[in-house]
């Protein structure tokens, strides 16, 4: 960590800001219906269980990176050496970059369904990331910056949620635990793509000032999260009953429709357009990453790496077409995400402490 | 390709080393060319030569305070001469370029031959000076009511008079090729950064120009990043002011003839608050400070919004409002766009004209264009009157803004939001916003983040940007300055709380 000079490096508390924003990401305008499915209204509590196991994997990402004081790229190269550790970069890089694409797509296909149906993805795509390049040309601390701002310019669409409470039937919630266990941890597993998108850290920890001081903000960060999932979660299941859940694709912002001001009614309009203050930060996040990442492997600038993605991501991006395809996107890098976290981590976590070991015996 | 090469190699001679070259008598020579360049010759007692630029010097004080202590003495040499003038600052020299300097300034030049090539430079500067008035740009109700004029001495005077403290350092340097302009860079040491300092004296002695006549010149060479439409300096004409923010640990950049002062390393929301704000009682400063800056959010986005809505999102606009709007616009020939832009450029128009004449004229122009031309524009069926209402507050909300360079970047803005909506209604808007916020998270000044206390997060320094809290809650000074002396007092006696009785 010594190599990055401090006037390249953030403040810890920042972390919660880049954590909570990469976490919140376009998944929750409508991630009700998937996991009421299993566990239908008792399915909040699998949105506070599966937010609190991912306080693990936070603590078990910054044992792993501390230990060896780099990002997860130097953690690989010095496990597996460096061939099978710069695979297993790369194949994480090209999970990253499909978190990036995932968001941005799905985004863009909420601006066709909800505001332009008209618009072709590429003139998003295009304006989108070059929006995201003017940001992550600046380095991290504009793109964290990025991340604070964005916090703070979409925390007030809150109280939005005060109209779908105030004709919401609180009897919806009950009762409580009606269902069984394996339903309500189906449902936990399909919360997890709202979850993912913090273990970008495995890159960035090493721009933090002081990071040990660092972990407990990613863990408020983490709560942050959970109670803002858990908000929506209620909210949605008392203002629609089961039936029309299933049937609402994004209940979320199917909400912001009842907005009723004197002077602006149909808020979902104003919605989207300040979700771009959600859905940027997270695409920076990722690109910045995603390049900073490639910069290390392979030894190239950040900027034409960054270059070179961007084109990546803009490909990959009208080349998904429809509400199919979308998606399946959604649910692989899901799977996969899954997968990285609950069983890669803890993998990682436990193959550093054998080698600990095997190499303080060595030495002596 | 050896075209260009030769002419990189070869750098302009400088003109100062030009005239360094000159002999002493080709001086001379080129000075009498001028009509106001006298050369006198005393000889009553003893001989001597004195000259001057008769505009420059004021011919009573040569009479007054010096030929009155020579005249009727005998003189042997220079040094007699500077022995009897009861005059400080005065120097002998033979250095042609010191001479050439000095004279041209104001300075007397005495002989005792007219070949001798060595000589007496007495100072006698005495330029034209306004009186201090009142400030124009930053009016304030209470408070001072001085502003800075054109001269330098009388600048630093004011604010030298307001922080009578030795740490109070003026560093001068001269730049500008052909004006050799004064340029003080004023701090108090010990409150600011060194780094802050060192930053601002060197881009200053980097400024590589023929002539600078205006702080606004400097301000605009020695910023960050001379493309953004963002004033990275504040520019402003209270010696209070300065004081003030001299004393939080910031540098004042001064240039002579100009009556302006740059102060930074500033942020954004430093440009959002009037001096008057510390007049006032911090429950009133802080709401108006809100309601400025929501007349500038409102100024900005206000007539964006109006595009945005109409051309691609009414069923935002809720019934009993659309009952007006469509009243109002039902005649218009126009797109909501086009008329959103004629009623713009008027306005600008209006504004441009009123600031270019005459005061007295000015007004006429203001109320012939505000309230002739819109009611006609509105009864011609070319604009609605909703979006006039709208237009002229947005004018009216961005001359709340304290300083006057930042009320032109938001005249600029509203361009590309009005653009952008057209092109992508309410999510164009937010993509224009994000890119200028982009830009200024990027940008800094002298060297330290431009909208600070938002990001990077500094709740110290918040007491003192989008509202203001009490003085006694002040107690540091902004942490986004780095000040080698943090705390502003003792905050523990400052809140020392006295019994009922006592």
Redesign the interface.
Known sequence: MSQISENKQ??P?MVFYMITTMQVGVGILGFERYIAKSAGHDAWIAVVLGGLSFNIIIWMIYRILLKEKTDIIGVHRSLFGRWIGGLLSVLLLLYFSSIVITILRTYIEV?QIW??PQ?GTEVIAI?FLF?AY??VI?GI??VA??A??GFFITIPLFLLKYYALKSGHYSNLLPFFEHSITEILAATKGVTLNYVGFELILIYLPFLKQPEKSQKWAHYGNFFTIFTYLITIVVSFVYYNQEQLQHTIWATLTLWKIV????????E??G???W??VI?PNVCIGLWSVSRGLHRLFKIKQKSALRALLLVVFTACILVIDRQQIDMMNNTVSKVGFYILYLYIPFLFVTQLIFTKVRKTKNG | MNFFKKKKKQPEPEQTQNRGSLTFQELMQKLSASADFSTVKQSSVSTFYISYFKTLVNPEFVHRDLLRYITDIPLQDLDDIQKHLPLDDITKTNDVHDISNKVTEGYILIQMNKEDTECLLVPSLSTENRQISIPETEFSVVGPKEAFVESLDTNLNLIRKRLPIPEFTVKEVRVGKLTKTRVAIIYIDGIADSENVNTAIQRVNDIEYDHIVDSSYINQMISDNGNSPFPQLIDTERPDRVASVLAEGKIAIMADGSPHALTGPTTIVEFFSAFEDYFLNWVLASTIRLIRLMGVMFSVLSSPLYVAVLT??Y????E??LATLVASRNDIPFPPILEAIILELSIELLREAGARLPTKVGQTIGIVGGIVIGTAAVQAGLTSNVLLIIVSLAALASFTTPVYQMSNTIRLLRFPFLLSAQF????G???CF??I???L??LTSLGRPY?AP????RTNDLKDALIRMPFSSQNNRPISLRTSDKKRMNKKRATEKHDIED
């Open positions: 953030i403040s508390y601006i505001v332009f618009l304006i929006l003017s940001y600046g601390r504009v910056g990025l604070v701002l009723d001001l004197p002077f602006a009614q149909r808020f309009y104003a989207i357009a300040l771009l203050f940027l | 691609f999102h069923e935002m606009i809720p009993n409002l992508l209604g309410v999510l808007v937010v993509i994000a890119f916020l982009s830009h998270l990027k909208i938002l990001y990077p997060l």
